[in-house]
């Protein structure tokens, strides 16, 4: 008898695997989760939230860190922000592990 892989993914059972949403644009999350410091982690941020690859790049491509600190650190700062409100309409309709070259500012 061959050993039972005891892989997480491997599991015979069916267990629901509970998806995660994208902090920023509210998705579920695709094949890539990045962790997310809302606070950067240079700034001494300890908290992290899953979001996309090409939702952090946009966080960032938009953003110092010094901004994410002290106006964006929450979803609702970012998503008033006019580039990251376009953005996230944008990539509503798009595959989850749709990504992107990001213009940088
Ligand atoms: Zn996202």
Redesign the pocket.
């Known amino acids: 008898m061959a050993k039972k892989n005891r892989n997480l993914w491997d599991d015979e059972d069916e267990v629901e695997t509970p998806v995660l949403h994208?902090w920023?644009?509210?998705?579920p999350i695709g094949a890539v989760t990045i962790w997310h410091h809302p606070i950067p982690k240079s700034r001494g941020g300890r908290d992290q939230v899953p979001?996309?690859p090409?939702?952090n790049k946009t966080i960032h491509a938009n953003f110092t860190n010094s901004d994410l600190e002290k106006r964006y650190s929450t979803a609702e700062a970012l998503l008033a922000h006019e580039a990251i409100k376009r953005f996230v309409d944008w990539?509503a309709n798009k595959p989850l592990d749709f990504d992107a070259p990001t213009k940088k500012r």
């Open positions: 994208c920023l644009c509210a998705r979001v996309h090409i939702c990539i």
